[in-house]
């Protein structure tokens, strides 16, 4: 392997850059040189969140372009739709198959577009999981972004212990249980 760009979307509040972080410690864990960036926009008022994470034997650029993806993550379907152009033609797009309206839908301006992950495996390949109830089935709603990352880690590589291992060090010690958990439901989806 060269180089793996991964770039994570979401909402604000999702998780998103906790996210980026576990997969660049693992693959830094791994010995790959790792670039990270962030791109916070509106993150605390439910707007979008943009991460990316670069690693390889030699990374220079933190920012993923623009058709270079080979891994999207997005924690909600609109993100998804939104950043599918970033997609290498044999990308994974890995989607939490979640509906949260932007405020242009609340305040009646636009409307949520219909069958978007329809939409999106015409021309990606695609896998979906519904984070948000495997999350609540596991007793804490918000570990969604490890069932999600969970899945995606099939496609990103590395071990199952490697994934956890960096999953212990990295979230809150009250919640690893839950957050291993979480990923696992993910991860064997």
Known sequence: MDKLNV????VGGQGTLL???????????AGYDVKISEVHGMAQRGGSVVTFVRYGENVCEPVVEEGDADILIAFERLEALRYAHFLKKDGVLIVNDCKIDPMTVVIGANQYPENIIETLKDEHKVFSIDGASVAKSLGNSKVLNSVVLGLAAKYIGFSKEQWLSIIE???PSKTIEINEKAFLAGYEN
């Open 7 to 10: 770039m994570i979307v979401g």
């Open 19 to 29: 996210t980026s972080r576990i997969i660049g410690k693992v693959a830094l864990s």
């Open 169 to 171: 060090k990295t979230v």
